[in-house]
């Protein structure tokens, strides 16, 4: 499975954007049975899980990011969205998503290709 996110850009804080990963080279029903994350990486940061979407849509987001990042997935295109409003300066990061773990939060899959998000303030 290769994964590719898309969507980022420089933004002003306060501003939104909408980031898209798809997922390529699965099977249509095997992708359906991931469960999905978005992961962000900032400059010196370890990577980590911003937020996730079960199988059954089930979606959960870390406690910095709620009420401003929502997650959503279309099985049928096999991608994975993640809305981010409202954003502040300490957002700015590279943006990837992967299968999860949801026990653990640990990615599943080799790492794609990200997508720069930075916030000015």
């Known amino acids: 499975v290769q994964l590719q996110a898309s969507g980022g850009g420089l933004v002003q804080a306060g501003d939104s954007l909408r980031l898209s990963c798809v997922a390529s080279?699965?099977?249509?029903?095997?992708?359906?049975?991931?469960?999905m994350g978005w992961y962000r990486q900032a400059p010196g940061k370890q990577r980590e899980l911003v937020a996730s979407?079960?199988?059954?849509?089930?979606?959960n987001t870390a406690d910095s990011m709620k009420g401003r990042f929502t997650i959503s997935r279309n099985n049928g295109k096999k991608t994975v969205t993640l809305q981010m409003n409202d954003l502040k300066p300490e957002d700015t990061a590279v943006y990837y998503c992967?299968?999860?773990?949801?026990?653990?939060?640990?990615?599943?899959?080799?790492w794609g290709q990200g997508t720069l998000v930075t916030v000015s303030s």
């Open positions: 992967n299968r999860v773990d949801l026990g653990t939060g640990s990615s599943l899959l080799d």
């Open positions: 080279g699965s099977i249509f029903s095997t992708f359906r049975s991931y469960d």
């Open positions: 979407i079960s199988s059954g849509g089930t979606t």
